[in-house]
């Protein structure tokens, strides 16, 4: 797929302006949808597209937003969720920073599509300029006639309302992203109810992912059966890839969902830098379980990597060289997730914690001989015992490492320490 849809900022230069995305023929799908098309016939192509949420969990979109309640007299909202912390993604910035009316107009057809008449993009707060490029964007759109009262003479409203995260990885979780929203420290709800019947503000709600709806302006543009084509049936559509880590060229790409994640690091990352060899890859940012370099012949689409014991999640794909340490990797990890579990729950805000300290121990040395099984079982209580799935983020990985790399965090212990840095140090020593 060499035509860019997501990145089309790639091939078209200054498409963040209006006057160009207008050039490119932007704004004439949202145009044709609010002036020809009843709601639910939008919603009927996008359950065709078979368009899976790109945000995490691959949920269809199309049936998502079949959950709205028929009967509710409440308004509705639509929340895009620009919020991206998880560590090794980095694609929604791509569109909102190059491509922004990309988004208002997908965000456009999908309120038009719900009956909301307002939406907020949540963006996290480090997003600073991406923030600014939105806010300018929604002020060029509303001078246009894009956005505001009675688009197109269609009598549909929209107001779009950029809001800033204060930047916590936990305002992702959709229920967290709510609470923050309405002003409040950022706590998942319980599920159910889901946003769908029970959102922001107490009204029926829609939250979506960046990447997700700006499939929906190209599914409306060249029909469902087009997007259904590429790739995968069962998983389809255009898709970002995010690689870091050890490649030559890490970046985003946009291809064929269910692209090989050998094809991936080798044929658009140019290889393991240095020509060294692979030894892990995290496949959809760092919450997800380790492939080992045998493991990486798979195809990228939700059901293909979930098949491999992964997961695709939000496609972050962080590269690992054989001269990695997997236990500090993993005390990264688990650094990160302790540092940003709300503390709701004492599994994940206390099991966090323990993962980070027998980390540091199997690292700098004073593990003992059980703190390997320790590890694993503090894990093994973290997971389902939460309201959301951030403990499970820390755990996920936790396990797949330690079970994987069992022998490298072995000889961590043996050795009092990690090998590399004694070694290391001894070489200091002996020069000395
Ligand atoms: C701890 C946690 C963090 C999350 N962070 C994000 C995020 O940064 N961006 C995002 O789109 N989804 C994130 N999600 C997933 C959202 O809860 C939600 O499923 C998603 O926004 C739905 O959009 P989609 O259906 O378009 O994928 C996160 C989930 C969890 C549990």
Redesign the pocket.
Known sequence: MSEKILLRHEDVAGLRRLDKYVEDGGYATARRVLSELQPEQVIEEVKLSGL????????P?GM?WGFLPKDNPKPRYLLV??????PG?FK?RQIIEHNPHLLLESTLIAAFAIQSHKAYIYI?GEFAHGAKVLEEAVREAVAAGHLGSNIYGSGFDLDIVVHRGAGA?????????IESLEGKRAY?RVKPPFPAVYGVFGSPTI???????CCVRPIMERGPAWFKAIGPEKSPGPKLYCLSGHVERPGVFELPMGTSLREIIYEHGGGIRGGKKVKAVIPGGS?VPVLTADEIDINMDFDAVAAAGSLMG?CGIIVMDEDTCMVRALRIIARFYHHESCGQCTPCREGTGWLERLLIGLEDGGATERDLDLLLQVAENMMGNTV???AD?AAMPTKSFVTKFRAEFEEHLRMGGCPQKLAAASAVRASA
Do not use: H, M
């Not at 899976?52 to 949920?59: D, E, M, S, T």
């Not at 939250?207 to 709806?213: A, D, R």
């Open positions: 899976r949420g790109r945000g995490g969990a691959g949920f979109t998502k969720n620009a919020d991206e912390s998880e993604t929604d996290r990885y936990i305002c992702g979780e959709e229920t967290g992203l998942p939250v979506n992912n960046v990447e997700t709806l919450s939000s959301c799935v951030l983020a």
